[in-house]
């Protein structure tokens, strides 16, 4: 019998690792991706030029023996670097273990390498070529080359979507299955910018930081760049009363406004101007499905599944371990309804908790970090964290420097997060904290996690 023909849409970040973990497994993989070949063309830019890459993520990278080679090309981010508008900045590490870090890597480059390795698995990746129809009942679907309108209708067993937030995949299964789409756009958009590096070469700010300006109701963030920039991007509500991009409608108008809000940032970007009119303006959405497959013949992943804000810098993370998970129960599981069922129902929770804190994390980088309450519920995070290690494990830690399900870290954080609060009320300092009632509770209410959450196995 010849191993099925899977058909995986959209050649990003998720479908060309999908592609990677399936062809070694000998499955016939056929990967369609409606852009060019950015490894001929160069990276064209669009959204988000670098992401966070998290331990959760990095060790799908490393499972699939690509670990090395991202971290090669990835700058360690080892806390915040908070930029307020007066006075100076300051570093809040994201732990006490140096170890505990997130990664910036250039989104390009890791898909070029992602590419790579699905094409020396065996998989066949067809550039310029976009999913338009589907049949479902003679499993066919219709891909149309985006250079001179061709269109080809091909047989497959499986469709594997991997086509991000506008998914075509998604659309032609919504005649067929209940997938009952919740968009919730965020009021709020985005617009990215440069920081050149030193004119010798070398980083205008810290190097190895996440940087924020945090503004109340609206933010500057950078991630670092190997080659000595930084991706700015500035997060602020389309419209309304604060400022906001409508109001927005010239490069001078932006000056102005940074020189207002971000005086420091706009220093530290010669061709400010250049780059306020060369990128556009994007928007940002929450995707919610009742379900992600269509019995055995259609699977969604990644953003085409559970589109999020990119406040906790988990969409590609979260992603990859999507992929991993659908390729274990693949596996495990002789009939392919079931392996798609059981990926929804293991991953479904834990993408819609993500997808929560979120949106909660937004909030707590625009306004908390610069608030004198929230740092010391934060100094008390972690001193906590250093007194019960394993137990009390902030939850930007258990999201980021552990494998814990999404869901769990949820819970666990909400719980952890009303002790903080409870613990620091009336007080403005870590001594004033009765420790030992702390303690106490802790012991008494927080089972230990476990170390580290290991994939089941096969
Ligand atoms: C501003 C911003 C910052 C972010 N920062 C982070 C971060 O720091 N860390 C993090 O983990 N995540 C981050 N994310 C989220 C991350 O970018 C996404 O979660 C991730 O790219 C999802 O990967 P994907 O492969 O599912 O989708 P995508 O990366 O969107 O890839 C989809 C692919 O499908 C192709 N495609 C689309 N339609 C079709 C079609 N009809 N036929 C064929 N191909 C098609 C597209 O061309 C694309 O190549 C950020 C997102 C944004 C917007």
């Known amino acids: 019998m010849s191993p099925p023909r899977h058909l995986i849409i959209g050649g990003g970040l998720a479908g060309a690792l999908l592609a990677v973990l399936l062809a070694r497994r000998g499955h016939r993989v056929d990967v369609f991706e409606r852009r060019a070949d950015q490894r001929v063309r160069g990276y064209e830019g669009g959204r988000s030029i670098n992401l966070a890459l998290a331990r959760r993520g990095l060790a799908v990278l490393q499972d699939a023996g690509l670990g090395e080679a991202v971290l090669q090309r990835a700058v360690p981010m080892r806390g915040r670097q908070v930029h307020p508008l007066d006075g100076e900045p300051s570093f809040l590490p994201y732990s006490r273990n140096d170890a505990e870090c997130i990664w910036s890597v250039h989104r390009g480059r890791l898909n070029h390498l992602l590419l790579d390795a699905a094409e020396a698995a065996g998989a066949r990746v067809h550039f310029h070529h976009r999913l338009g129809l589907v049949d479902f009942d003679a499993r066919r679907a219709e891909i149309i080359d985006e250079r001179d309108r061709r269109v080809r209708w091909i047989d497959f067993d499986a ?109 530290l970007m010669p061709a400010f101007e250049e780059g306020w009119i060369g990128h556009p303006t994007s928007s940002l959405a929450t995707l919610r499905l009742r379900h992600w497959h269509l019995d055995h013949r259609a699977v969604l992943v990644g953003d085409a599944a559970h589109a999020m804000v990119p406040f906790h810098g988990q969409g590609m993370n979260c992603a990859f371990e999507d992929v991993a998970a659908l390729d274990r129960l693949l596996v495990a599981h002789d009939d392919r309804a079931e392996a798609f069922a059981a990926f929804e129902a293991e991953r479904k929770p834990n993408a819609e908790a993500i997808q929560t804190m979120a949106l909660e994390n937004y909030v707590e980088m625009r306004t908390s970090v610069d608030d004198a309450q929230w740092r010391l519920q934060r100094a008390l995070e972690l001193c906590l964290a250093e007194r019960h290690p394993g137990r009390f494990v902030p939850r930007y830690s258990m999201v980021s420097f552990t494998r814990t399900p999404y869901a769990l870290a949820f819970e666990r954080g909400q719980w952890q997060r009303a002790l903080l609060v409870d613990a620091t009320r009336g007080i403005d300092d870590l001594a004033q904290v009765d420790l030992a009632t702390v303690d106490a509770r802790i012991i008494a209410e927080l089972a230990p996690l476990a170390a580290e959450s290991p994939e089941p196995p096969l």
Not at 197 to 218: M, T, V
């Open 159 to 267: 469709l594997l979507g991997a086509d991000g937030a506008g998914s075509a995949l998604r659309n032609a299964m919504q005649g067929h299955a209940d997938l009952h789409p919740e968009i919730a756009p965020l009021d709020h958009g985005y617009k990215e910018l440069e920081i050149p590096p030193l004119p010798g070469g070398g980083f205008r700010i810290e190097r190895e930081a996440l940087h924020i300006w945090p503004r109340g109701g609206y933010m500057l963030i950078a991630l670092p760049n190997t080659e000595g920039t930084f991706t700015v991007t500035l997060f602020l509500p389309h419209k309304g009363r604060m400022p906001n991009f409508e109001d927005i409608e010239t490069a001078a108008q932006a000056r102005a406004f940074f020189q207002q809000a971000f005086p420091d940032a706009l220093a």
